[in-house]
Structures are given as structure tokens and as C-alpha cells.
């Protein structure tokens, strides 16, 4: 049986922005097509990266949501949308994706004691 690690409720999250973003082209009625082809691919490795961390979690899932996040930032100007509506569901829901797959890296090297400093004491305050 597999245990519930307590930073997937982080990936849970990132699972229901990739399903708002895959669904904004349509609740929002988005024309632009360059936007809504970027929207929907970019929700998809998130749903599907999200959904691979809950199942089976490996930090470069992680790192991929993180990359997402980031692409869904600078893909307004990248890809010639910028200054329309689907500009700001792309950097608002990438910069959401970023920061949570982040925090959950961040969770994740700093419990990790190979990746603890040479000689740092173990964290003493949790009991």
C-alpha cells in the first residue's frame, strides 16, 4: 500500500491548475490560437506530470512542473501573445505552478540529509 506523502496535496494543487488552465480556452472564450494550442499542451504535462508525482513521486517531476511554470511565464512574449486575455491566465497559473513545485523541491533537498551542509547538527526542533 502506498502512503500519502504530506507534500502531495502540492502536486493535488498543481493537478487543479493544469484543469483550470486546460480549461480556460473554453470558459473564457480565448481566441487567440497560438495561445489556447500553448494552453492546453502546457496544462497537459501538467495534469499528466502531477498525476505521475502522486502515483509515484521522483523529483524530476518536480523539476518538470517547475520548467512549466516558468515556460507558461515567458510564453506570452516567446510566442507572440502577449497583451491579450490569455496572457494573464498563462503567467498567473504558471507563476501558481512554479512556486508550489518549488516549495515543494525546497521541502523536499531540505529533508534530505545528503543534501545537508558537512557537519550541520539534524533539525532538533521537530519532535
Do not use: C
Not at 516549495?103 to 521537530?126: N, S, W
Amino acid at each position: 500500500m502506498r502512503t500519502w506523502r504530506r507534500e502531495s496535496a502540492l502536486d493535488l494543487y498543481n493537478l487543479v491548475l493544469g484543469a483550470v488552465l486546460l480549461a480556460s480556452p473554453w470558459l473564457f472564450t480565448l481566441t487567440n490560437t497560438t495561445a489556447r494550442i500553448d494552453l492546453w499542451a502546457s496544462s497537459a504535462a501538467v495534469i499528466v506530470i502531477s498525476l505521475a508525482a502522486i502515483a509515484a513521486f521522483a523529483k524530476w517531476e518536480e523539476w518538470a512542473n517547475l520548467i512549466l511554470g516558468i515556460w507558461l511565464i515567458a510564453s506570452p512574449w516567446i510566442l507572440g501573445f502577449a497583451h491579450t486575455r490569455a496572457m494573464h491566465f498563462s503567467i498567473g497559473i504558471g507563476l501558481a505552478i512554479a512556486f508550489l513545485a518549488a516549495i515543494e523541491l525546497f521541502l523536499l533537498y531540505d529533508a534530505d540529509p545528503a543534501h545537508q551542509p558537512e557537519g550541520a547538527a539534524p533539525d532538533q526542533t521537530k519532535s
